[in-house]
Structures are given as structure tokens and as C-alpha cells.
């Protein structure tokens, strides 16, 4: 599992490389860019997601002590942070279209359109995981001897949030 | 070899390496026209050697790739192939189908066949690499979903590996992206965009899984590593192959018409697309030096690293010196292309079908590996093949930088064939060095007739 | 983190991955089809370019010429042919085939009729208006 996070956060790496690179060649249209992003919405989304990794960890904490059932609490919250976390993106994105911007309008957008895009597409994934290892804990599936699907999907979902951490300032925020 | 059905793969090796001789032969009957421009003018013009030596190429691979599932499913299965009557019916209708294919390629104009092969009714021909009549195209379709059936049927019915179950998702895969060779819009745009879901979803996708399968395969029974462990690298590799390439598909979207973001996301992810080439090599050499025995079939397990380091220098070492966009943007379209495609196509699929060969031919003919001495000539033309491949490669990324100096980056740019003119010593020293492969495959041909006590393991 | 890397974690990366970054190719493939109008030039896909695609196909012309780079490197790239040589050089190029100078490259005649000319000029008109974000570098392609 570690190697393939690891592939992710290279992935992820290479694109803010790619960013910062594109930054410096037109740095004046990034900023301007960057000034008609929704801060706020930003910055609500990267509380949901530091809360819901905060979650996942108290449900790892449960599990190790053998409470499948407030493991699956834990869980369910921290899903439930991805869930919001997924709403106000959308609403986002969808107030871009609706304004008829694009990834091909500038260089700027691509990036904050694809790369929001596609991490938006991890946050699903780690949903998905979660919600398996949510039914596999709620089902009594773990035990204090054997958690390793937990720390697994932890492991995921903080890779997720790792991610959005660099993304944020990067995109919405470094001028 | 366990069950007798897995014999029908010996013609479906047999027929591939003689079209691989027919595939060399006109490669090097391109290579003369490269410099000596009238060469078989008008009986054999470029385009129709080009097509023949292309096509060739990939009805051989196909051939290749069919005859390895048909010998790994059953064994890996644990019982008998589900019909071997069907698949004997399938090679001699895929032969009869690619001979005359070629054939009509050969003795027909190409607007003439077009119309004789009913173009008119669905256009799908002169693009490169689906130039295939209607008839072949059907025809290959037919033969891919008897196989797939008779394939699927022999799974289903026995044990699933990993091997033959990524052996069979390559193969339905390579099966489904053909479909869209059916689909010829008018709009040149989306025509070269769908037709890269054939040609790259192929070979930097599904063939990828048929590559990771065979090689896993051999690996097995070379090595005797334990199955848990050639298997989880097998998995990973091709995740990793995926996981690049899929979007990697963006490299060939920076200039016909597709928008720009492309030239980031194709970047991005073809910059990745070594990774899972240079696990491949890392793959075969510590299975290789984790060995719990000595197989007396040397020459597969040199087949077997020697794809693992080619297939990474081919198409990972060459394909990412193109792959970025700002340097893609010089080099498109250039024999840098043609560098990069011969080294990829030699190194992971040519050498991983004769990987498959050189471990079941023997095999198949009773005997656990052939005799030292046909061992001995067969890594003779191992070393002879992939070092002048290794020098064609050489010679056209030299042409092709020159090139790409004279007519797209100085100060004065030449004309296409003022430039070709330049360039011409080296297309010479790639010739010769594509005699020398020739020499190599012909040295590997004999060495099928090398007779001899078998070698044993020691 | 103890947790061992299993084969069945490895096949679901495989399947997961695959999975998800085909979506994702699907999802880029639908933004680009609704960006193309914008960059394909469409909307001169005239009757007659149509019919200079199909000769185009049927000559198998990219067995030796590329087409936006694509194709074999044996012969001139032809997306910008029309910008570069113009229409009565191309339809006078393609009837003065093959040149018959001998040890140079040939290119067979291939008998078109003068409607067939126009419609390849068209077909190459059509091509050099595509937006291919300034490739080729320069004219000579």
C-alpha cells in the first residue's frame, strides 16, 4: 500500500511542480486568476478535511482497542466530512461553468479545474474505501489483533488530505 | 507441459516467426528506399513496404500473443483448453486472412482493394496501422472473440490465477479498443483522437497486461519463486502501467487539434510512464537471482532479463527523452519517433514473445530445453539481434536530432528533403546494422534445427 | 503501520487504478469533444474536403507523408502543405508524379482527376486552418 501511495503523492508532486513552473512564466495572470477563486469555500473544505483526518485517527484509536462500534462511528464521521467536503467543491466547480470558465482558459484554470478535478476524484476513491472498511468494522470485521484494512484506508485518506493541504495554499492562496 | 492442448500453440509460434522473417525483410527493403530513393520503383512503392512491415509486425505479435495465452491458460487453469478444435480452426483463418491481406496489399493498388473490399460501404482503411481491409478487420474481430471464448471458458471452468486472469483481461482488452478502428468520423480532429484508442491504449495499455502476464509466466517456471511473490510485482507493475499510460495517452493530443491542457497532462503522466519499465527490469532481475533452481533453458531466462532492460531503454528511456511537451513540440514526427518505436517494439514485445517461445518450444517438441549447442546459437542471435536493434536505434536518434537541427530549429530551415539529404550517412549505418539483425534472426531461425542430447540443469 | 503488502491489496490498486484513471480519461475526453468546435475547424467540412479525406485514406498517402506528425517519416509533413506551397503547386506536384529522377524518392501516380485534385486541395485547405497550437514549428514542417 505504501508504494502506491507513494506513486500518488509523485503524481501529485509532479503536477505542483508543473504548477510552479507555469507560475513563474506568468505570474501576473495567476494572481489575477487566483483572486476570483472563493477563499472561503477553500478554507472551509480544508477544515472538513483536517477534521475528517482527525476522525479517522480517533478511529483507528477505537479499533486498536477493540470498540468496532465506535470505530465505525469515527469512520462514519470522517466520511461524512468527505461528503461535504464533495458538496462545496461541487458547488464551486459548478459556479466556474456556470461563469462559462474552462481548462481552456487559461493555464491557470487548467490547473485549479484539473488538478481540483482530479483530486476531487481521490476524495471519491477514499470515500469508497472508507466505506468499505466502515462496513467491514461495522460488520465486526476487525479486532484489536487484526486491524490492518483500517490503518490501510487511514493511511489513504490522509494521503488525500496531504494533498489538499499543499493544493490549498498553492492555488488559492500564494501570491 | 501438462495437457495436451496446449500443443496448438506451436503453429501459432511457427507462423509468427516466419512473419517476423517477412516483417525484417521488408524493413530492410525501406531502409534501401531511405537512401536510394527509386529502389523497387514502381513494383514495391514505400507506402505499400511501410504498410506490409507494420502490419506484418502486428499480426505476428498478435500470432505471438495468441499462442502464449493458448499454452499459459490451460497450465495455469489446470485443465484442458475448452475447444482445441476452434482454436486450430481460428490460426489457419487468422493465416489465410493476414496472407492474403498482405498479399492484396502487394499485387492490388491500395484504392483498388479499398474498393473491392467494400471501403465504400464503412471507410476505415489508409490509416496507419489500420490500413486492413474491411474483411481483415471483421476477420480479426471474429478470431479475437473465438479465442476470447475459448479462452474464457477454460478459465472459468479452472483455477484462476493472477496470471491468466490479467492474461485475459489484456486479451479482452485488445479486443474491445480495436472496435474503435470502426469508427472513421470525417473530422480529421476526432478521427486521430479515437484512433489513439486503438494504437496507444494497445501498446502502452492492454499489451502491457499480456506483456506482464507472459513474462510473470516464465518467470514462474524459470526462476521457481514462490507465486505470491511473482505475482504481487505482477499486479503492481501493471497497476503502475495503467495508472501512467491511461492519461500518458495525452502525449500523442499536444498538436492535432485536441485543447492545449493536454500538453500538461500528457506530461505529467508520460513523465511517469518509465516506472513501471524500470520495476519490469527490476522484476525480472531479482526473480532471477532469488532462483530456488538451475533451468536447463538458459536462453529463455537471457530472453526473459534481456526484455526486462530493453522494454525500460525502448520504451521508457526513449519515450520519455520525447515525451514533454516543450521538447515533443521539435521532435514530433521526426525519426526520433521512428528511434523510439523500433527499440519499444523490439524490447518489450518482440523480446517477450520470443521469451514465451524460446521457454515452450522445447517443450512442446518433448524435451525440457534444447541441446547446448542450439542454446549456444540461440543466445549468438540473442546478442546479434538486440545490439543492432540497439544501433538502429542509435543511428535514427542521431538522424533524427540532425534533423530536427536543419529543418525546424536553425536559422535557415531546410527543406524536408534538403534535410533527408544531411542525413543520409546515417540512414546507411542503420541499414547495415539492419543486416546484421538480420543475420541474428536468421541464426535464431536455425537454431530451431540444432539437434542434440537436451541440456540438463546443472 | 505493520500491515504487510498482500497479493489481493496489489490486485485491488490494479483494479481500483485502472478503474478510476479510465474515468478520468473519460471525463477529459468529454471536456475535450465539447471543446474541439472551438479548435478543428468544422465548420468547413465542406462536401468536397470530405471526399479529399477519402482520397487521402485510399492512396494511403500516410505511408509515406505525416499528417500533423503523425504517419511515416519518409516524405514531407503535409498539415501545412497548403500554407507552404499553395494550391496550384500541390495539384501540379501530385499529376508531375513519380518524377522518375533516378536514386531519389518516388511518388507514384496515382491518376486523380482534376475534380479529385481540387478536392485534395480543399482536404489540405481544411487541415492548415486546424488550431495544432503552432505545430509545426515553422513552415518547412
Known amino acids: 500500500m505504501w508504494c502506491f501511495i507513494l506513486a500518488e503523492l509523485l503524481v501529485f508532486g509532479v503536477f505542483f511542480l508543473a504548477y510552479a513552473f507555469a507560475r513563474t512564466h506568468d505570474v501576473e495572470l495567476f494572481n489575477a486568476s487566483q483572486l476570483e477563486l472563493d477563499r472561503t469555500s477553500g478554507f472551509i473544505n480544508t477544515m472538513l478535511l483536517i477534521s475528517g483526518s482527525y476522525f479517522v485517527v480517533l478511529a483507528v484509536d477505537r479499533i486498536r482497542h477493540g470498540h468496532s462500534r465506535a470505530c465505525t462511528r469515527w469512520l462514519i464521521a470522517a466520511m461524512a466530512c468527505g461528503a461535504a467536503f464533495l458538496v462545496l467543491k461541487l458547488v464551486e466547480f459548478s459556479g466556474k461553468i456556470e461563469a462559462g470558465i474552462s481548462m481552456s482558459t487559461n493555464t491557470f484554470y487548467m490547473f485549479y479545474l484539473g488538478l481540483g478535478f482530479f483530486h476531487f476524484m481521490h476524495v471519491v476513491l477514499g470515500m469508497v474505501i472508507l466505506g468499505a472498511v466502515t462496513l467491514k468494522a461495522w460488520r465486526g470485521g476487525y479486532r484489536a489483533s487484526d486491524y490492518a484494512g483500517v490503518e490501510t484506508g487511514a493511511a489513504y485518506w490522509h494521503m488525500v488530505d496531504l494533498v489538499w493541504i499543499v493544493l490549498f495554499p498553492l492555488i488559492y492562496l500564494l501570491n | 507441459m501438462k495437457y495436451q492442448s496446449q500443443l496448438v500453440a506451436k503453429p501459432y509460434f511457427i507462423a509468427a516467426i516466419g512473419l517476423f522473417l517477412g516483417q525484417i525483410l521488408f524493413g530492410l527493403i525501406m531502409g534501401l528506399q531511405y537512401v536510394v530513393g527509386d529502389f523497387l520503383f514502381p513494383e514495391i512503392p514505400f507506402n505499400v513496404a511501410r504498410m506490409v512491415h507494420t502490419n506484418l509486425l502486428i499480426v505476428w505479435l498478435l500470432f505471438g500473443f495468441m499462442g502464449a495465452a493458448y499454452y499459459l491458460i490451460p497450465e495455469e487453469a489446470e485443465r484442458e483448453l475448452h475447444s482445441p478444435k476452434l482454436a486450430m480452426a481460428m490460426f489457419w483463418i487468422f493465416l489465410a486472412a493476414g496472407v492474403a491481406t498482405i498479399l492484396g496489399y502487394l499485387l492490388v493498388p491500395y484504392a483498388t482493394l479499398a474498393e473491392w473490399t467494400g471501403n465504400d460501404l464503412l471507410a476505415t482503411m489508409g490509416r496507419e496501422f489500420l490500413e486492413q481491409p474491411l474483411p481483415t478487420k471483421v476477420g480479426i474481430v471474429v478470431v479475437a472473440l473465438a479465442m476470447l471464448y475459448n479462452l474464457s471458458m477454460t478459465v472459468l471452468r479452472g483455477r484462476k490465477t493472477a496470471i491468466n486472469l490479467v492474461m485475459l483481461v489484456g486479451l479482452w482488452g485488445l479486443a474491445i479498443f480495436f472496435l474503435f478502428s470502426f469508427y472513421n468520423p470525417n473530422n480529421l480532429v476526432k478521427d486521430k483522437y479515437f484512433w489513439w484508442w486503438v494504437v496507444h491504449l494497445w501498446v502502452e495499455g492492454v499489451w502491457e497486461l499480456i506483456m506482464g502476464a507472459m513474462l510473470a509466466f516464465v518467470l514462474i517456471k524459470v526462476t521457481g519463486v514462490d507465486r505470491e511473490v511473482i505475482e504481487k510485482w505482477l499486479y503492481v507493475i501493471i497497476a503502475m502501467a495503467l495508472i501512467t499510460g491511461l492519461i500518458g495517452t495525452g502525449h500523442h493530443y499536444y498538436w492535432i487539434g485536441a485543447p492545449e491542457y493536454w500538453q500538461w497532462w500528457g506530461s505529467v503522466f508520460s513523465a511517469l510512464e518509465p516506472i513501471p519499465f524500470f520495476m519490469m527490469t527490476v522484476f525480472a532481475f531479482s526473480m532471477v537471482n532469488r532462483r530456488r533452481r538451475e533451468h536447463p533453458n538458459k536462453a529463455a531466462v537471457l530472453w526473459a532479463l534481456g526484455t526486462g532492460v530493453m522494454a525500460f531503454l525502448g520504451a521508457g528511456v526513449w519515450g520519455f527523452l520525447h515525451t514533454l511537451a516543450p521538447v515533443n513540440y521539435f521532435t514530433h514526427g521526426s525519426q526520433i519517433t521512428a528511434a523510439h518505436g523500433h527499440l519499444a517494439f523490439y524490447g518489450a514485445y518482440v523480446m517477450v514473445v520470443i521469451t514465451m517461445i524460446s521457454y515452450t518450444m522445447p517443450l512442446m517438441r518433448g524435451r525440457a530445453a534444447n541441446s547446448p549447442l542450439a542454446q549456444t546459437v540461440e543466445m549468438w542471435s540473442f546478442w546479434l539481434m538486440t545490439v543492432s536493434m540497439m544501433f538502429i536505434t542509435l543511428f535514427l536518434t542521431a538522424a533524427g536530432i540532425l534533423q530536427i537541427w536543419l529543418q525546424r530549429i536553425s536559422d535557415q530551415p531546410m527543406s524536408f528533403m534538403a534535410a533527408q539529404d544531411q542525413v543520409a550517412l546515417f540512414y546507411w549505418m542503420r541499414e547495415y546494422a539492419g543486416l546484421v539483425f538480420l543475420s541474428g534472426l536468421l541464426l535464431y531461425i536455425s537454431s530451431f534445427f540444432i539437434k542434440g542430447k537436451a541440456a540438463t540443469a546443472d | ?141
Open chain 3, 1 to 141: 503501520m505493520s500491515s504487510a503488502f498482500t497479493k489481493s491489496a496489489a490486485r485491488n490498486i490494479f483494479y481500483g487504478g485502472a478503474v478510476f484513471f479510465f474515468l478520468l480519461l473519460i471525463a477529459l475526453t468529454f471536456d475535450t469533444m465539447g471543446q474541439l468546435p472551438k479548435r478543428d475547424n468544422r465548420e468547413n467540412l465542406s462536401e468536397s474536403v470530405i471526399r479529399g479525406k477519402h482520397i487521402w485514406e485510399t492512396r494511403n498517402c500516410i505511408g509515406c507523408h505525416t499528417l500533423m506528425g503523425e504517419g511515416a517519416y519518409f516524405a514531407p509533413e503535409l498539415v501545412n502543405v497548403y500554407t507552404r506551397r499553395g494550391p496550384d503547386f500541390i495539384k501540379a506536384w501530385i499529376q508531375g508524379q513519380p518524377t522518375g529522377a533516378p536514386g531519389r524518392r518516388q511518388m507514384p501516380n496515382f491518376n486523380l482527376t482534376e475534380e479529385q485534385l481540387d478536392d485534395m486541395v480543399n482536404f489540405f485547405k481544411y487541415t492548415s486552418e486546424i488550431n495544432t497550437a503552432n505545430w509545426p514549428p515553422n513552415i518547412e514542417g
